[in-house]
């Protein structure tokens, strides 16, 4: 990963993480946008709900913060024991936030069509990190990374929903906020994944472009 990169990725998953942070532990939750809306559309919501959001919220904040330090090539090779127990928190944030998220996704606002994409997305976040932690665990690294590559950009939603939903927000307004939340629960994960899938096979061809040029010589 480039260096503007990861300072780019680190500096959006703290500011991101900080507004959650602010936002639901020390000001009131129930006026937190999300909950706000659900109070508006449910009178009330049980406090199950509330524990999955506060889990989800958490452990996704982890995996979002401690992903780039994992994914950075210069950490990774001169902090090897750091990089597996940052590894191990990171997948801990993982399963607890995807199980959550798939919780929370059955009451999504928007109907079935926000249900489902962020029901897919939960449950490609967890079949990504199992990739990963497989392949390493075979001892595959370049599997590994692009397994994790793959994760992080589900990670990453977290950071573009709250993108795609000001800028919607400002071309749309409120009055179409269902459709537009129903739209973003798929915006906010398939093209980053998209674009982490050219990233990974422009990575490969290169590779195997350089191999050719060293068996000509």
């Not at 589900?154 to 939340?181: D, K």
Request: proline content about 1%; glycine content about 6%.
């Amino acid at each position: 990963m480039h260096k503007k990169t990861w300072y780019i990725l680190i500096c959006l998953a703290i500011l991101i993480s900080g507004y959650s942070i602010v936002q639901y532990f020390f000001m009131d939750a129930h006026q937190a946008g999300f909950v706000k809306l659900k109070l508006m559309l449910n009178s009330t919501l049980s406090s199950f709900w509330y524990i999955m959001l506060y889990l989800h919220i958490i452990s996704g904040i982890v995996a979002l913060v401690i992903g780039p330090f994992t994914l950075f090539s210069r950490f990774r090779e001169k902090n090897i024991k750091r990089h597996r127990m940052m590894g191990k928190i990171y997948m801990i944030g993982n399963l607890l936030g995807s199980v959550s998220g798939l919780y929370l996704a059955f009451y999504a606002t928007g109907g079935l069509v926000s249900q489902l994409g962020f029901g897919f997305l939960s449950i490609f976040w967890l079949i990504t990190a199992f990739q990963a932690f497989a392949k390493i665990k075979n001892k595959k690294v370049f599997d590994h990374q692009r397994w994790m590559l793959r994760n992080y950009s589900l990670t990453f939603a977290a950071v573009t929903l709250r993108i795609w939903l000001v800028l919607f927000t400002v071309l749309f307004g409120f009055e179409h906020f269902n459709l537009s939340y129903s739209i973003i629960a798929w915006l906010c994960w398939i093209p980053n994944l998209i674009v982490v899938e050219w990233f990974i096979q422009r990575k490969l061809n290169i590779m195997k472009h350089q191999e050719n040029a060293k068996l000509q010589f």
